[in-house]
């Protein structure tokens, strides 16, 4: 199954600064962008309008409209973090990575594939289970500045060359080039 991963530039403490940073001005900031939960517009099936709860209900906790505030709040807040929402903090946190810093691309995978490079991996997974519980239908991970300066060279090099690494040399190349020009980490994040 195909995978998208998609490409942050963002200084990983930065990130990781924002949970438990209780910053009620850039908290407020990204739930002013989201979607309004609204049961009576049909986002939450099971639920029906008339009994809502709120915040509060279940039936609306588990839509997507009701789930990413809550994510948000949750990161904010540093947890708790309840493993049957473990989707959600990712895809919060990567609310969060497209207003520190810019996306740069992204790139289909799928793992098992025998030619993806270590460094989409990399990108994909190497901090799933750190400071969420872990999933297996979404993950995030990270290469930072210094080894994208080390793999610039190698990746270019690629990159012009007659293997292409099943078409991640270019894009690497360029992610690496983005990193060590800005001076900042890559951040990925997948699902699917």
């Known amino acids: 199954m195909s995978h998208i991963l998609h490409v942050y530039l963002v200084d990983l403490a930065e990130v990781e600064a924002v949970i438990g940073s209780k910053d009620e ?3 407020g900031r990204l739930l002013a962008e989201l979607p309004k939960h609204d049961p009576g517009d049909g986002c939450c099936e099971p639920c029906d309008a008339a009994d ?8 609306c906790y588990r839509c ?3 789930q990413h505030p809550q994510a948000l709040q949750a ?3 540093g947890g708790p973090f309840e493993e049957d929402h473990a989707d959600t903090y990712i895809s919060a946190l990567e609310l969060i ?3 520190l810093g810019p996306y740069i691309g992204d790139a289909s995978f799928w793992f098992g594939y025998k030619g993806l490079p270590e460094e989409i991996l990399s990108l994909a997974s190497d901090m799933d289970g750190d400071l969420f519980p872990f999933t297996d239908s979404t993950g995030w991970g990270h290469i930072g500045k210094e080894s994208c300066a080390e793999l610039l060279p190698e ?11 099943g078409g991640y040399a270019a894009p690497l190349a360029t ?18």
Do not use: M, Q, Y
């Open 97 to 99: 990575c497209d207003d």
């Open 155 to 165: 990746w270019e090099a690629n990159a012009a060359g007659p293997d292409d690494h």
């Open 25 to 27: 001005k850039f908290l």
């Open 64 to 66: 997507e409209d009701a």
């Open 175 to 192: 992610w690496f080039r983005r990193s060590v020009t800005e001076k900042k980490d890559l951040i990925g994040f997948w699902a699917g």
């Open 75 to 77: 990161i904010f807040a």
């Open 52 to 59: 809502c709860e709120g915040a509060d209900c279940e039936e």
